[in-house]
């Protein structure tokens, strides 16, 4: 069975996600995106307690793109350290799974 993640990553606004989004999924590099709004995060920042409001941003793919993911997200990303985190899908229905390894087939990112 192909190795599925979930792939998840914070910004500050909507719209950097959504644009984030959308060039992953013309790249094919990701089947699905949500975003999810009003994140409210507390984390350590350069020695001290910082808050942010974000927006959290889910990526469906395949664990074979995630070297591929953390460049684009890295290069597009307005933070310093953005959150790249990914979690393994360990079962899903066989249709989505099917799905989304069929939107990813074609990735090509050039």
Not at 45 to 59: M, N
Request: proline share 5%; hydrophobic share 45%; net charge negative.
């Amino acid at each position: 069975m192909e190795s599925f993640i979930l792939v998840m990553t914070t910004f500050p606004t909507k719209a950097e996600a959504e644009q984030l989004a959308e060039k992953l999924l013309k790249a094919r590099l990701v089947a699905c995106a949500n975003i999810v709004p009003a994140v409210y995060s507390l984390f350590q920042w350069q020695g001290k307690i910082d808050h942010a409001e974000e927006v959290l941003l889910l990526l469906k793919s395949r664990k074979k793109y995630f070297k591929d993911l953390t460049e684009w997200i890295q290069t597009h990303h307005p933070y310093d350290v953005p959150e790249i985190i990914a979690l393994p899908i360990v079962d899903g229905s066989r249709e989505y799974l099917d799905w989304m390894e069929e939107e990813t087939s074609l990735a090509d990112w050039s």
